[in-house]
């Protein structure tokens, strides 16, 4: 538990911490800061506000960490940030992460499921549930532990959706936010959920002030589903002067009133600047263009986690097409395809990972030559070479089946040294803001893919640099920090 001494002002929780640690076989721990828009936000709030940030330790390293720090984590290491790890039971944590989150929530608001054949909600499911609640019930004790009167909490994500409720219980007087990074599903993929499941959920978001979310449509897809899942218990309402709200009145519940909020993240134009001009970018960035060979061949860039709904295989698929339809292009253009895996420990995830290499050797073996390699793909996650390859970018591919926001489609025009077009899925969440200068594609038409593509790499120059600062402009609007701290105030008004 938080100790009493910790009674912070804003607490923001979360499954993953700004650190992680890693046990070497000399029983020496060693710590890895990381990035994004809460740690800028936490640090945006300045050193005079007492803040907290409640995250799970992770693996062998974070436990031990948790282990010899009793949780209060040494600020050395976190970068001065107050940082509280739990020790959730290993099993416990298994099943809420791997068994509920990334295996049904996010399949669900991604709509990844394949339904012939899944999912089916059995008692090993139900089983899985019970640790899903009492993961979250162990965030909701640390946060209610911890936290100073009328404190301002900010919950992140699908792992975490039943805290609001939780906590909105166990302290009343706090003011709290649930913030979701995915898309939310459509009320009728919804409702594959047990009927019991999805109450809950709807239930949990709106034990908070706030739901916040990163587009329009994603707010109302909620709105749809909390509607339908909750039917009489709750009651939408929407001001002349102010974001929805709904009413939820359960029967064992206190009435409850939860804005509904928009905050669409944007990429961190000064970091990226800064970041992507180092010496470790510039020497990946000559390592690249040697791989690409030749200086006139132009670039088709895409920088993705091996994620089911990133799309890539569709991807490389459009970029076989392109050549297949344009042999004008061949010697001319490489595809530079970043895949880093991620969540190796699920099977579908590994075939999925081996499926990405297999269509990219495919493509190099049917069209590469002894002075062109088509498709440059790798998949060892090099942040450095990420950079490299958005400066080089003539073309930026984000075509997700369906994504939050996908920051990767901010990032490139921000960072790109000459300009890209950008071709777009409109299922990206940032299709809301940037689909007017970018190429919006549907993400299942391959040939519609690769048409954009080729529409991509012919584009007028002076056209391309008009649509680049345009792009550039829009995906720094609200940047991390100010993110953060917008969301901070909505929810303290």
């Known amino acids: 538990m938080v100790s009493e001494r910790s009674g912070a002002e804003v607490l923001v929780a979360s499954n993953r911490g700004p650190v992680s640690y890693s046990l070497g076989g000399d029983g020496a721990l060693s710590a890895k800061r990381g990035g994004g828009g809460l740690v800028s936000g936490l640090s945006a709030i300045g050193p005079d506000t007492d803040a907290v940030w409640v995250c799970a330790a992770l693996g062998d390293g974070d436990r031990e960490a948790v282990r010899r720090t009793g949780g209060d984590l040494d600020r050395e290491d976190t970068g001065g940030q107050r940082v509280r790890m739990l020790d959730i039971p290993e099993d416990v944590h298994f099943a809420a992460y791997n068994g509920i989150a990334n295996s049904v929530l996010w399949f669900v608001h991604h709509m990844l499921y394949q339904t012939p054949l899944e999912p089916a909600f059995d008692t090993d499911f139900r089983a899985q549930w019970a640790s899903y609640e009492a993961y979250n019930a162990a965030f909701a004790d640390a946060l209610a532990d911890g936290a100073a009167p009328g404190a301002a909490v900010l919950v992140q994500d699908y792992h975490l959706a039943l805290v609001p409720g939780m906590l909105r219980e166990r302290r009343p007087d706090l003011r709290i936010a649930h913030f979701s990074h995915t898309p939310w599903a459509p009320a009728e993929y919804f409702a594959i959920l047990p009927d019991d499941i999805q109450r809950q959920l709807a239930l949990g978001i709106l034990g908070a002030d706030r739901a916040n979310f990163l587009t329009r449509r994603w707010s109302e897809r909620f709105l749809d589903c ?23 009145s359960p029967p064992d519940r206190k009435p409850h009133t939860t804005r509904i909020g928009v905050h669409g993240l944007g990429a961190d134009a000064a970091f990226l600047h800064e970041r992507a001009h180092r010496p470790d970018v510039d020497e990946r960035l000559a390592a690249l263009r040697e791989q690409i060979g030749g200086a006139d061949r132009r670039t088709i860039v895409r920088v993705d986690r091996t994620e089911l709904s990133k799309n890539i295989v569709r991807g490389l698929h459009a970029f076989r097409r392109l050549l297949a339809d344009h042999p004008e292009w061949h010697e001319r253009v490489a595809h530079i395809a970043f895949a880093y895996p991620s969540r190796q420990d699920l099977a579908v995830y590994r075939d999925y990972t081996a499926e990405v290499e297999r269509v990219a050797e495919a493509i190099n073996a049917e069209y590469g030559t002894p002075t062109w390699l088509p498709v440059i793909l790798h998949v060892k996650d090099d942040f450095a070479r990420s ?62 893919t690769a048409d954009a593509l080729h529409e991509a790499l012919s584009m007028d120059p002076g056209e391309r640099a008009e649509r680049t600062g345009r792009l550039a402009a829009a995906a720094t609007a609200l940047p991390p920090a100010q993110w953060f701290l917008d969301q ?5 008004a």
């Open 226 to 248: 909390a509607g339908t899942a909750l039917g009489s218990d709750c009651a939408l309402r929407r001001p002349e002067d102010g974001p929805p709200e709904l009413v939820s």
């Open 387 to 448: 950079l490299a390859a958005y400066r080089l970018a003539d073309v930026a591919l984000v075509n997700p089946i369906r994504d939050g926001m996908n920051l990767v489609a901010k990032e490139i025009p921000v960072v790109s040294d000459n300009g890209c077009a950008l071709v777009l899925s409109r299922e990206a969440g940032a299709c809301e803001e940037l689909g007017e200068d970018a190429l919006v594609i549907n993400p299942y038409d391959v040939n519609a």
């Open 488 to 492: 901070l105030e909505a929810l303290r």
